[in-house]
């Protein structure tokens, strides 16, 4: 009976506890512990989401979230998917957002979720050689941007007027016209000016293959989608690719994307300048997102002012253009140049006097020349540098005067001698300025392709054009 008993007790011990368990080490099982104890709790936070009560096929409009202006949201389609749109406003508890794409299948009572990350961009050396949309996923095909570094989207707090260091040393361009009229520094925001068509992206495609900088950022915001292609295969060399960071937005993408995607090109350069970098920021095109916040502030209520344009749309130049510069603190230094539409060829543009009053100078593309088959067609009369008088010689200041005064003469009576109204011998400036009208024309034009190095321009220059 007892040894009965027994065999039935060990026998239900090997039933409760398998001899493999039993056998188990020790070490094995605080491993498994260990492995179990590796994997983050599951998130057990509530979901907080609002809902869609409102959209326009431009602005949607939300209720049941408090979230920021700037913050990303996730909207819910009919489809089962999602789109992200961006805060920029509110009326009362009610949430103004924009979407960051097109989208027809939003119903009302769309469940919209915030998102996180909206105020912050990704940054750091992964960035060379890749080119990123508006919110920063690749576009090249070449996988994930494994960039870790994360800063302010909108940029650090403004820093005060001391912080900025003054441009004193020149930064050649590779184009005679620019080096020779309207020297270029190290740190400087130039605007190049001109209408449609009048060669504003090759110039700057010019000064991408010849300009010295450590790193290079390009903005392609609201141009034609053919563009970034063509910018990447034949304006930027290999060896100016595997340092440049191309931003691209094309005009398709809805307005708050082209606002973000300049915004974020220029937190990329404001990175760069702040490891102590010397950043060339090309950006194209200063006006395309000024039309974005048009379109945004309109939307939103804002009165339209000069031509069209709400107070937003002036103040975001102001905003961009601000950010660059030189920085005492790292000793880098941002030289950003800018592309400006003027509207109908329009001088006065609200947008092209905004630009040039911020400015630190300004290049004309003239249309006449262009008509001409002078290029680039650069107006040497009307192109200036601000900081030009810190960063030349006397001796180039003074050629460059010289050959200045000969070309405006020759413009303003060239209908003169052409009519025969004009005799030589009249006036001995004017004859001067007819004398040398070859010699002009031959210095300003250059081909696409050809650099001309800084030195070498100033040498001829004061060579030939010295008082």
Do not use: W
């Amino acid at each position: 009976m007892i040894a009965a008993t027994a065999t039935a007790t060990a026998t239900a011990t090997a039933t409760a506890f398998p001899a493999p368990l039993r056998r188990v080490p020790a070490t094995a099982l605080l491993a498994q512990a260990a492995r179990a104890f590796a994997h983050p709790p599951p998130d057990l936070a509530p979901r907080v989401s609002g809902t869609l009560v409102g959209y326009d096929g431009l602005m949607l409009e939300a209720v049941g979230l408090d979230v920021a202006v700037g913050a990303v949201c996730k909207v819910a389609t009919a489809r089962g998917s999602s789109i992200n749109a961006e805060v920029v406003g509110f009326r009362g508890e009610r949430l103004l957002l924009m979407a960051y794409a097109h989208s027809t299948d939003l119903q009302p009572g769309a469940r919209v979720h915030p998102g996180s990350g909206g105020a912050l961009v990704r940054v750091g050396d992964a960035l060379a050689g890749r080119v990123v949309d508006g919110v920063g996923q690749p576009l090249d095909g070449l996988g994930p941007v494994r960039a870790d570094t994360l800063v302010p989207l909108a940029g650090p707090a403004d820093p005060g007027p001391l912080d900025r260091t003054p441009v004193r040393a020149a930064l050649g361009t590779g184009v005679r016209a620019i080096d020779a009229l309207a020297t270029l520094g190290r740190g400087q925001r130039m605007g190049l000016i001109a209408g449609s068509g009048v060669g504003k992206s090759v110039l700057m495609g010019m000064i991408a293959r010849a300009a010295t900088a450590d790193r290079i950022v390009v903005a392609l915001i609201g141009e034609r989608g053919r563009e970034v292609a063509d910018f990447l295969e034949t304006k930027l060399p290999p060896e100016r690719r595997a340092r440049a960071t191309v931003v691209a937005v094309p005009a398709s993408h809805p307005p708050v994307l082209r606002i973000r995607g300049a915004m974020r090109a220029t937190a990329i350069a404001e990175h760069f300048c702040a490891q102590g970098h010397h950043v060339l920021l090309l950006f194209d095109s200063l006006t395309r997102v000024a039309h974005a916040q048009r379109e945004v502030g309109l939307a939103l209520g804002e009165p339209a002012s000069a031509r069209g344009y709400p107070p937003s749309a002036i103040a975001l130049i102001g905003r961009l253009v601000e950010r660059a510069g030189g920085s005492r603190a790292s000793g880098g230094a941002i030289t950003a140049l800018y592309t400006v539409l003027a509207d109908g060829d329009d001088a006065a543009d609200p947008i092209v006097d905004a630009a040039r009053a911020i400015l630190d100078g300004h290049i004309l593309l003239d249309r006449a020349l262009a008509e001409r088959g002078r290029y680039p067609a650069i107006h040497p009369a009307r192109s200036l540098s601000r900081c030009m008088n810190d960063i030349a010689t006397p001796a180039h200041r003074a050629a460059a005067r010289t050959l200045r005064r000969h070309f405006a003469l020759a413009e303003e009576n060239r209908d003169l001698l052409a009519m025969g109204a004009y005799r030589p011998g009249q006036d001995a400036d004017l004859d001067a300025a007819f004398a040398r009208a070859d010699d002009v024309a031959a210095f300003l034009a250059q081909e696409e392709h050809e650099n001309a190095p800084y030195d070498a321009t100033v040498a001829r220059l004061t060579a030939a054009f010295a008082p």
